[in-house]
């Protein structure tokens, strides 16, 4: 079945940098589109970014626009999200979810992870 | 970008009772938007996508309807599996797609 595992979280001052990984099994990654979504602690889901099938093709919330970058290796089955000059207000579970449709990103989440925790404190 | 508007905040049900919940955008989403349900401490997980179309699993008292601006999840029977924070979102202004602020629905 399609598992999506996140790991990578932790505790981390402002300003340094942190690198989330997302391993999947259970189908063709290179056929989806993949993103990130987050939740800050007693809120509302945020989109964080995406990336096409291919990694030909990425965008990111204006949020964390030019501080984080999603990437992909389709030979390891892996999604990743490198953080940079993290802020408190990054302070969220990271979850990794699949696109709803094979090949182009429709911007819907089929499948998600189960998260991972970035606290971001001094 | 586009806000979604969730009401009402909280919905106090009974097991066995019909619960609407809305979703309103600031402009037309076309037929562009999704539900998801989360339970406490789990991940989201896909209801309803395209305004009507339920996702693999889904059963059948979750029935989506609505256009433009204006939306609506169903559920026509409440189950006890089914009191949890029900989300939409909007994939029309892609890439700035925005969720709604959510819906809980709790045991009355």
């Known amino acids: 079945q399609v598992q999506l595992v996140e790991s990578g979280g932790g505790v981390v001052q402002p300003g340094r940098s942190l690198r989330l990984s997302c391993a999947v099994s259970?189908?063709?990654?290179?056929?989806?589109?993949m993103h990130w979504v987050r939740q800050a602690p007693g809120k509302g889901l945020e989109w964080v970014a995406v990336?096409?099938?291919?990694?030909?093709?990425?965008y990111h919330a204006d949020s964390v626009k030019g501080r984080f970058t999603i990437s992909r290796d389709n030979s390891k089955n892996t999604l990743y999200l490198q953080m940079n000059s993290l802020r408190v207000e990054d302070t969220a579970v990271y979850y990794c979810?699949?696109?709803?449709?094979?090949?182009?990103?429709?911007?819907?989440?089929?499948?998600w992870g189960q998260g991972t925790l970035v606290a971001v404190s001094s | 970008e586009i806000v979604l508007t969730q009401s009402p905040a909280t919905l106090s049900l009974s097991p066995g009772e019909r619960a609407t919940l809305s979703c309103r955008a600031s402009q037309s989403v076309r037929s562009y938007l999704t539900w998801y349900q989360q339970k406490p401490g789990q991940a989201p997980r896909l209801l309803i996508y395209?305004?009507?179309n339920r996702a693999t699993g889904i059963p059948a008292r979750f029935s989506g309807s609505g256009s433009g601006t204006d939306f609506t999840l169903t559920i026509s029977s409440l189950e006890p599996e089914d009191f949890a924070v029900y989300y939409c979102?909007?994939?029309?202004?892609?890439?700035?797609?925005?969720f709604g602020p959510g819906t809980k629905v709790d045991i009355k």
């Open positions: 395209d305004t009507s």
């Open positions: 979810g699949r696109d709803g449709s094979v090949g182009a990103a429709d911007y819907y989440f089929d499948n």
């Open positions: 990336i096409s099938y291919n990694g030909n093709n990425k």
């Open positions: 259970g189908f063709t990654f290179t056929n989806y589109a």
């Open positions: 979102q909007q994939r029309s202004d892609w890439p700035r797609i925005t």
